[in-house]
């Protein structure tokens, strides 16, 4: 089975600090995503990378930047945190080109305090 | 640009009674369509996918839905629903490529009443 976790379920910070969420996947996928999930809002594409050191900007990538140094490992990086980046935060995977779902970590519930 | 609207965001029902969730999307081009579920407290699991193919495909827990072109639309189904499908809902379009990127619809929250 596809496993993909995440560093922490449950993350309370202070505004300003400074903020990795983690995210590994173990089944060799190329491309990863990092979603927020907000009541109302649905999930929200924030960073995109599919390969190593390669990245795009997803729809909502204010505020974030997010590191890929190996294939297994995409991190999100809040430079800055703010009370509203206080959210859930997923991370996926998928595989190229054979198939097109994505694979879901268990999320990471941020409060920004 | 790719759009989903899920216009119901909370659909009570009771148990062993038929659901629809609906969903449209917004595309010209070929698209491959998916239900996720998110149960509490947890990630995103794949429920169901179109690619190609039959127009209607099945989950390995009694879902259904249907793909129809011209109205644009994949609504899920279930005849007879149990109080552990409540849960949300998300259904996402992809025209594919390379990089595989979904739209997500708003969410639809089925609570599932004994």
């Known amino acids: 089975d596809v496993k993909v976790t995440q560093s922490s379920r449950y993350l309370v910070k202070r505004t300003g600090e400074k903020v990795f969420l983690e995210c590994v996947q173990d089944?060799?996928?190329?491309?990863m995503f990092w979603y927020r999930q907000d009541p109302g809002l649905g999930l929200r594409l924030i960073y995109f990378?599919?390969?190593?050191?390669?990245?795009e900007k997803g729809d909502i990538p204010e505020g974030y930047s997010v590191s890929r140094e190996k294939k297994e490992r995409f991190s999100l990086i809040l430079e800055s945190a703010s009370t509203n980046q206080t959210s859930m935060y997923l991370c996926?995977?998928?595989?190229?080109?054979?198939?097109?779902?994505?694979?879901f970590g268990p999320g990471t519930r941020l409060t920004v305090t | 640009a790719q759009s989903v609207t899920q216009l119901d965001s909370q659909v009570p029902v009771f148990e062993e009674a038929p659901v629809e969730l609906r969903c449209n999307y917004s595309?010209?081009?070929?698209?491959?369509l998916f239900w996720y579920v998110q149960y509490p407290n947890q990630g995103l699991q794949l429920l169901l996918k179109?690619?190609?193919?039959?127009?209607l495909v099945e989950s390995i827990n009694g879902f259904e839905a249907e793909f129809n072109k011209s109205q644009t639309s994949f609504h899920l189904r279930k005849p007879s629903v149990h109080i552990s499908d409540t849960a949300e809902y998300f259904c996402?379009?992809?025209?594919?490529?390379?990089?595989?990127?979904?739209?997500f619809g708003t969410g639809t929250l089925l609570a599932v009443q004994p």
């Open positions: 595309s010209s081009v070929s698209v491959y």
């Open positions: 990378s599919y390969d190593v050191k390669m990245k």
């Open positions: 089944m060799d996928h190329e491309n």
């Open positions: 179109y690619l190609s193919g039959s127009t």
């Open positions: 996402a379009v992809s025209e594919g490529g390379a990089t595989n990127k979904l739209i």
């Open positions: 996926a995977s998928s595989p190229f080109p054979l198939a097109y779902e994505q694979y």
